[in-house]
């Protein structure tokens, strides 16, 4: 439906898959594999472990969106390009690819940080993050997720790659989940019985968290940016629509 | 008074309003949560649980000052605003309606890293923060966080969520108090009987010295910023009066 | 043979190699001497010391290349300057100056830091690291220094001395050889038997590792930006083709 | 002699003086206090505490310089006043006031460091800085420091808070006496017997390292930044000569 938003400069179909697939891949990498060697380093203080895990993760971001958003908008998160989508931003067959490169970019780079560290390639992990608290933590971490990739991509999209990895630093800490926030990362993440990795049954509780988060901070985004009963302004902020060239919101 | 300096872009006051209360609320959440992360994991080195605490929030800061500048100046300080109103930026009306959303946005912030952690949702601190150099600190800490956000506002706006993320971590450190440096995230912390506390006892001080430092630097900032007694040139840098669409200063 | 696209504005190759000879060994000073310091004050912690030496080196980097880009590209690395010169931003000539600058000034700046902590000013590491999954890392470090490098160079040069600080910082800590990158950095690395050597004969593998992994990044980063069919527009996005004012793409 | 470059831009003497106390006073604030707060929670660790310390420093580097750079140029350090005045870019008579107002800040802020964590408010430091390595130190450290606030003041100003407070986190790390590189900061930390103090008979030797260091750079930087032959462009690369608007190149 918004293809007609293509404009000349965005890159075709394919390579902007090409470069969610490779960002999400180094994403998956980045956390899985800063969580093993972490772990390993810490000398038994999770605290430690944890504090370099976030601290490499969002550092990564900051690296890789600035890389791969002129491509492809960065999104590596398929409830970042459903909300892309419901704002009319993506179109629906891009959606359907973007979210297709992210699950299997971020398996590979999974199995990429496995092999760096000469862990098995796939294992299920043991480690349980279930309950409550745990979907909550979830739900409020997509929510900022999402409410800071909206809210900074609508005026400042050229600081969304610090805002994004600031945050995701930011909020291993202030939830009890170390803040997954992504449907792709958190499937990735059954596969790896090691730091960072999560027990398979407990993935159905953080998905349909995750997603409700989103959905929320979609909803409270279009009213905060919603245009003046007298003035239409802010509805047109930028005349960008449908160009990834500027970052993570496209 | 400056409602005439109001312009078409400038969000109505209720969204406005939103952004301030959605935006302390999770400054409190990242504040409380990432307290409480860093204390159970620190294994009792309360070095560490303070590093994680300081640089979760300046990061987290960082994150939702860009997300928020744009539609309220993202202030999340009663301080703050009042800076504002007194150097004609913001409203008096503004002034009342963005420090209610403050306070109210800390409680629920609070609320919801408690709930998150599975703490019990509201108690009364313990932690006793008393005496002389626990007042100059918050003075200290106040006054250089406000001539930090007006300074940078002045002429740098667009740096500002970085320079404000930045001085918080540092002021963690180099504050014997921690550096709450904000009366709505003070009597917030009085609700949580956690890392993060304040025994409400000790909150009066606190108050004081913030209030104290806050006007102390106005002061100096007014008088570094004057203009020449030949030149007019400082006195109108901007042409942006009233439009918070820049960051930080509104 | 792109000595043609030399503009005016290019400094004369003895000051730019000049700034690649002080820039690659001020790195080196950089990377050995924080590893010496944070090993001595850690308590044997290994990962607070890597913790300290990936944050000295990637916020070291960002000065670095914020201070020497505008003179010579702040590339501080051969597989960077061999980059630039495929897709055809340095000339042959400059590019053997360039490497030449750059051995040499990662010996004298392990020299440097050597002499700094008190140490002797040349000796052979023994510290090995060996293996598969040690290649494998170097060359899914090397994939991703150059990824970001070139990717963020096209469209956001600007922001290129982040990104790679950034990078460089969570490179230390999701490969499991701490990420070298550089066969400069590892050259000289050789001669230090202290927290960041490495023993010569796993010197080889690395350096082997390290260019495959830049030749696959090229490769990719080629056909990610190639134009489209039916425009040519991303072609020729930048008329700075030559000039090294504007970041590490040069 | 520069005074003719004075445009009436620039804030007047007075005014950019106090910036320059101002802004020097809290900086050894930030890293007195910091320093001790870091020191009391590290439970013995010294990696824990310089780690704190020298990140605190960084941020509030970025801070301050963001929030004084307008007024003075945020320089807070005798040696980059003095190069400023070689280079033309500062008066004598503002090199005179600066130097005086960053000595008397310095001394200040130590003071107020002490007074918020309860030490006695001067005491002369025990701490022994003394050998031929920490002298190295001091001369690299401060050659690196002014490298930095030249290069990137030159072309990349509005980057300069960030590449200063980059560099000295760095500094603490890859020096062996963890970086002072400035005299007014080495003065005052005679009179702090806490973390971060340095013993008065150790003084003379850090500071003649640390204008060697500084005269180095700024002859490199000349040579770097000279004119081609046969071409002018690099000689006047701005026109802001004697504004300092842009940071801490003023």
């Known amino acids: 439906m918004t293809l007609n938003t293509q404009t000349s ?6 390579r902007r898959c090409a470069a969610e ?23 038994g203080s999770v605290g430690l472990a944890l504090l370099t895990n976030s601290l490499a993760t969002g550092a990564g971001l900051v690296a890789l969106i600035l890389a791969f958003g002129p491509i492809s908008g960065a999104h590596f998160n398929p409830l970042v390009s459903a909300a892309m989508a419901i704002l009319g931003r993506l ?14 970019g971020a398996l590979l780079g999974t199995m990429c940080a496995h092999a760096m560290f000469a862990e098995p ?4 992990s043991t480690h349980a993050r279930a ?20 809210g900074v ?28 926030a992504n449907p792709a990362v958190t499937v990735a993440r059954m596969t790896t019985n090691t730091f960072t990795g999560i027990r398979p049954m407990d993935v159905p509780a ?7 988060g989103a959905a929320t901070s979609v909803a409270l985004v279009r009213w905060l940016a919603a245009p003046h009963p007298l003035d239409g302004a802010l509805a047109q902020p930028r005349s960008t629509h449908g160009r990834p060239d500027h970052g993570i919101d496209g």
């Open 91 to 104: 179109s629906v067959g891009d959606l359907a690819a973007y979210v297709a490169a992210q699950f299997a």
């Open 206 to 212: 953080f998905l349909i968290a995750q997603t409700l």
């Open 9 to 14: 400069q965005t890159p075709e179909r394919s």
């Open 121 to 124: 390639v796939l294992t299920w």
């Open 21 to 43: 697939f490779a960002g999400t891949a180094f994403l998956l990498t980045v956390v899985v594999g800063s969580g093993i060697m972490g772990d390993r380093l810490s000398g």
């Open 131 to 150: 309950g409550g608290p745990q979907a909550l933590s979830e739900f409020v971490a997509t929510f900022g997720l999402l409410t800071v990739v909206l």
């Open 153 to 180: 991509g609508r005026h400042r999209a050229e600081m969304a790659p610090l805002a994004v990895g600031a945050y995701v630093t930011a909020a291993y800490w202030f939830t009890a989940s170390t803040a997954f």
